[in-house]
């Protein structure tokens, strides 16, 4: 959970989730999005994708990137877990 939350604690990397979220896209349709070089969009892409929040697949010569909800669904329902009440005490 620790490295999801890590990797969304960057607004790059939201705004590039943000992008994933209305459908798949190159590393190059994400760095057009921005202005930053693309091996810094890359290093971003590496974070999110070593948190499991994208993932990418070969198409010719581009990578597809693709976002995993799953994951995040997932750290976000253990996170809140924390704060739940168990018979009215914390758990």
């Not at 620790?2 to 994400?30: C, H, M, Q």
């Not at 921005?34 to 948190?51: N, Q, T, V, W, Y």
């Amino acid at each position: 959970m620790g490295g999801v939350f890590k990797a969304l604690s960057d607004p790059t990397r939201r705004e590039i989730l943000k992008l994933l979220r209305d459908g798949d896209k190159t590393a190059g349709e994400i760095a057009e999005q921005f202005e930053m070089s693309k091996p810094a969009i890359s290093k971003h892409l590496d974070i999110l994708r070593g948190a499991e929040l994208v993932s990418w697949e070969k198409q010719g010569q581009y990578r597809m990137y693709s976002i995993n909800l799953t994951v995040l669904q997932g750290a976000l329902s253990e996170f809140m877990n924390v704060f739940e009440k168990e018979n009215g005490h914390e758990k």
